[in-house]
């Protein structure tokens, strides 16, 4: 096991480039099992999620190649299983989209039940549902989920949920199904657009990704020899402008799409930061004085869920006192007891927390409960004072890529050791 030692006290200064999508790729990596051919995909993040779905692509049946640190080529031609590896899908989150996927290309499917952060409970009924309406057979039994279809028929699936996960899934399940599918109260994240995207730059007739209703027509088949770069990730750009805003900083963040983060950068504003925007690079600064806010968190456009550990971290040193809603996940402010070991002023009970600011932060010896919280751990062990010790940082390289490399560029002193 590893863990990070942060020395604090740093204000964070230069520029950063963003990678890939986390919660893209892990999403159109299952996408290209559905194509009957050769797919490239560019900017892919090298983090362990997509290399835990690139092991179980493989062992699938299907080729997949690192041609660069960035660059994957996926052959499905010679998938020949439909049964995932229980041991490896049962570990993360996005092995359910092997569901969507499989059900597509094959008509059947056997994963494990997804696993993932901790965040509470996290049902798949909706993405059940929806399969079940498409005309398959969907049974869940000892930790496993199998779906099977002799054809799967377009339908009209409205979501009683907004979710990420069951919209991505119905998409992949949906575009080689015979007939129009019609997905009402859809997310719209910017990896939803992003996998629309790229179905339809290998032949898919999807319509509407972005917006609350998404209509795909069925095509036979999706065809090979495309390329296809995935977006940049929001969660990571936020990360960043939420880091340079804590810590005072002024960060040139490269790589990232502005519109992507306006409901981050509203906050910001308020809080008494600065952003400009450069197109396709965004700079934040800030004096280090911040106001408190109030935050509640929503499904795109609204503020992400993934990046309001983040932002407990700010708002535990602003000046007076604020409160986050959080309305996504039960159990999402598992980092603020670590705060509160840094000094922090914090309340939380249930899905609502009280930030009442301090002057500052002190090191402290600091677990990550979940990828997010590990970020926003990171960002708090380089504005306290003193030094930190960070444990359980295989859940930050879950989704984040030589993030120590990128912090180290920005002025942190910051080692990743053997504990
Ligand atoms: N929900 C249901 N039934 C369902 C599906 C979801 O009730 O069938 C509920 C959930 O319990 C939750 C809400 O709907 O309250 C939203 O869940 P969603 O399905 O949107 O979440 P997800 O697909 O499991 C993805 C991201 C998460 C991110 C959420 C919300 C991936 C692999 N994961 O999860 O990312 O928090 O959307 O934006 O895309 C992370 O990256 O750290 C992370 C946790």
Not at 325 to 339: A, M
Request: proline fraction near 3%.
């Amino acid at each position: 096991m590893e863990k990070f030692i942060i020395h604090g006290n740093t204000r964070l200064v230069g520029e950063v480039e963003i990678s890939g999508a986390k919660n893209a790729a892990v999403a159109i990596l299952p996408a290209t099992l559905l194509i009957d051919g050769i797919t490239t995909l560019e900017n892919v993040p090298n983090i362990s999620d997509v290399k835990i779905i690139c092991k179980i692509l493989s062992s699938l049946g299907a080729s997949v190649t690192w041609t660069n640190e960035h660059t994957v080529v996926v052959d499905s031609r010679s998938l020949n299983c439909t049964h995932a590896p229980l041991e490896m899908t049962s570990k993360f989150r996005a092995s359910y989209y092997l569901l969507g996927a499989l059900l597509g290309r094959c008509g059947d499917v056997e994963v494990g039940l997804p696993g993932g952060c901790n965040l509470g409970a996290r049902p798949i009924d909706q993405h059940i549902k929806g399969f079940e309406l498409l005309g398959a057979k969907v049974d869940c039994e000892q930790g496993r989920i199998s779906a099977n279809a002799k054809k799967l028929t377009g339908s009209t699936i409205y979501f009683d949920v907004v979710s990420v996960g069951a919209t991505i899934n119905l998409i992949l399940a949906s575009v080689l199904a015979e007939g129009t599918t019609v997905l009402n109260n859809v997310a719209k994240e910017p990896h939803i657009v992003d996998v629309a995207n790229f179905l339809n730059t290998v032949g898919a007739d999807i319509r509407g990704a972005g917006t609350d209703i998404i209509k795909i027509n069925g095509v036979s088949k999706l065809t090979g020899n495309h390329t296809y770069s995935i977006v940049p990730d929001q969660i990571e750009t936020g990360t960043f402008m939420i880091a340079a805003l804590a810590s005072g900083g002024d960060i040139l963040i490269k790589n990232c799409i502005y519109e992507h983060m306006d409901s981050l950068s509203a906050k910001i504003l308020e809080m008494g930061g600065k952003i400009e925007n450069f197109g396709d690079s965004i700079r934040v600064s800030s004096s280090g004085k911040i106001h408190p806010t109030n935050i509640k968190t929503l499904p795109y456009p609204g503020f992400p869920t993934d990046l309001q550990p983040q932002m407990g971290v700010a708002l535990s040193i602003a000046n007076g006192t604020s409160i986050i809603n959080e309305s996504i996940w039960d159990s999402r402010f598992q980092y603020t007891n670590e705060l509160i070991k840094m000094g922090a002023k914090i309340t939380a009970q249930g899905k609502t927390a009280v930030f009442e600011g301090v002057d500052h932060l002190i090191g402290a010896p600091l677990y990550a409960t979940d990828l997010r919280a590990g970020a926003a751990l990171l960002v708090a062990g380089i504005i306290a004072d003193g030094v930190s010790e960070l444990y359980n940082i295989h859940f930050i390289d879950r989704g984040y890529e030589h993030i120590e490399e990128k912090f180290r560029k920005l002025g942190t002193k910051i080692e990743r050791v053997n504990e």
